[in-house]
């Protein structure tokens, strides 16, 4: 089974500009986490859906931030408009979305996401 | 406050022998699930292993087991046999209760392999 998908790997983007990043989870799963990855944050959870609804959006930093699950295997993060302080990155990752201390979460490959 | 905790600075570790990576949690529900996670300088991030709160025994996954003492709240992961591929940033990782999938990551321990 192929694992979670995210497009695009890399992304260089000018500060203003709209970033759209995109992530397939694993065919199955109902759970879908975002993360953001920094060296002075280290991996911080952003927003996570379950069955696409969101469940706790308490870490996305500002209103310039969304993420949406249109179906059951997609979702997106957007960042509009975009900044400096939001290069880092950004990992998908999903799990059986069971509930129970068992349930692992599987990352995508990450975007890596740079503006200027 | 912390929940997990890896504070051990950058190791290196010669080939063929075994490296421990301490983790220490904090946690007041009896119901909870550890894991450990890879990262190599490639980005992505690995599963490598899952220990439950309940677990009578020790986990284990081919050269990655788990030293889980309970009562002192450590969760250390023991790579036997090192290989040079498992230099990476290793990180731990806690779910809490029931129905809750946040995961609570620890800061990460840097292990380089060296022939």
């Known amino acids: 089974d192929a694992g979670v998908i995210q497009s695009p790997r890399h992304e260089v983007t000018e500060m203003g500009q709209e970033v759209t990043l995109r992530c397939k989870l694993i065919?199955?799963?109902?759970?879908l986490f975002w993360y953001r990855q920094t060296m002075m944050r280290g991996l911080e959870l952003l927003i996570y859906?379950?069955?696409?609804?969101?469940?706790?959006d308490s870490g996305m930093p500002e209103d310039r931030f969304s993420a949406k699950m249109p179906n059951a295997s997609f979702s997106t993060l957007k960042i509009q408009p975009s900044e400096p302080r939001d290069s880092a990155v950004y990992f998908c990752?999903?799990?059986?979305?069971?509930?129970?201390?068992?349930?692992?979460?599987?990352f995508g490959p990450g975007t890596r996401l740079t503006v200027l | 406050a912390q929940k997990i905790t890896q504070t051990q600075p950058g190791m290196f570790v010669q080939e063929k022998e075994a490296v421990t990576l301490d983790c220490t949690y904090d946690?007041?529900?009896?119901?909870?699930?550890l894991f450990w996670y890879k990262q190599p300088s490639s980005g992505e991030m690995i599963f490598l292993i899952y220990?439950?709160?309940?677990?009578?025994q020790n986990a284990t996954e081919g050269r990655y087991s788990l030293n889980f003492q309970k009562a002192r709240k450590s969760a250390n992961l023991v790579i036997s046999a090192s290989q040079l591929g498992d230099s990476a940033m290793y990180f731990c990782?806690?779910?809490?209760?029931?129905?809750?999938?946040?995961?609570?990551f620890g800061k990460g321990n840097q292990v380089v392999v060296i022939p």
């Open positions: 990752a999903s799990s059986l979305g069971i509930g129970d201390n068992t349930d692992t979460q599987y």
């Open positions: 065919s199955g799963h109902n759970s």
């Open positions: 859906f379950n069955n696409n609804v969101p469940i706790d």
């Open positions: 946690t007041s529900d009896p119901s909870y699930g």
């Open positions: 220990q439950g709160s309940y677990d009578q």
């Open positions: 990782a806690m779910r809490e209760g029931y129905g809750n999938n946040r995961l609570a």
